[in-house]
């Protein structure tokens, strides 16, 4: 069985400073170690069940991470500290995508953690508060884990196999982020508020909220184009982000 230990190791700190994990979780400390990549990691990111499924990225980070965590408990915004990590321990910090047919060169070593504010966390818990705008209703949500991003992905293939032309992202994705509304936690009750009762206007400001105070990194690019207009742009992330000459 192979020993990990035997590759340089870097500690990644978590954009959550391991605040929202049970206090008998090793990410509870807010960090994680991980080893360089190696030609094993190259295997599984040209592996072509992984890239068919979707799943390469994750069997990347799995291999690379040696703190003996629950992958799944990982909330999103510290997978993707994980992610940038493990770029630039494989390949250096310098990354090259294209946008609007022009070649971009963005040093990775930039990219900044957004932290999570202590002051919102309550009891160490995943929970967070926030009065609807227009409803006046109390929800409490959740960042989302790796498990809650794969529990959305199966619900959403489900109902499309159901009704091919459903469309009904936004609304599942809330289903698995609100964990009450008035302080009722009844599930059959959570999911008929968000499919019947959600105003469009709460939906949107509930999203902006989240987004405002959830721990992540900072993954956007000030584009200046040639009369000096600046757009912020999503950094493009998958196969390619680790390796450009990889099979898609």
């Not at 592996?47 to 690379?64: A, W």
């Amino acid at each position: 069985m192979e020993n990990k230990q035997q590759f340089p190791t870097e500690q990644v700190t978590l954009p959550t400073k391991g605040l929202l994990y049970p206090k008998d979780s090793p990410l509870r400390k807010g960090s994680i170690e991980m080893k360089y990549m190696t030609a094993r990691e190259e295997d599984i990111l040209t592996n072509q069940n992984y890239i068919e499924n979707g799943t390469v990225l994750d069997k990347l980070l799995q291999s690379l991470i040696i703190t003996p965590i629950d992958y799944n408990s990982l909330i999103a915004g510290d997978k993707n500290a994980i992610l940038i990590a493990a770029r630039v321990l494989g390949y250096g910090a310098d990354y090259d995508f294209e946008y609007k047919g022009e070649k971009i060169t963005m040093d990775l070593s930039t990219v900044k953690d957004k932290l999570l504010d202590e002051s919102l966390v309550t009891n160490g818990k995943n929970e967070f508060s926030f009065t609807l705008p227009t409803s006046k209703k109390e929800v409490t949500f959740k960042f989302l884990t790796h498990e809650d991003e794969q529990k959305i992905q199966q619900e959403i293939k489900g109902l499309k196999r159901l009704k091919k032309e459903s469309s009904n992202e936004l609304t599942t994705r809330m289903k698995h982020i609100i964990l009450s509304v008035d302080g009722n936690s009844d599930t059959k009750v959570v999911r008929n508020f968000i499919d019947n009762e959600f105003l469009a206007r709460d939906a949107r400001e509930l999203r902006k909220y989240i987004k405002e105070i959830q721990p992540d990194v900072d993954l956007t690019y000030s584009y200046e184009d040639r009369r000096g207009n600046i757009t912020e742009i999503d950094i493009p992330v998958g196969i390619k982000f680790f390796w450009p000459d990889a099979s898609v």
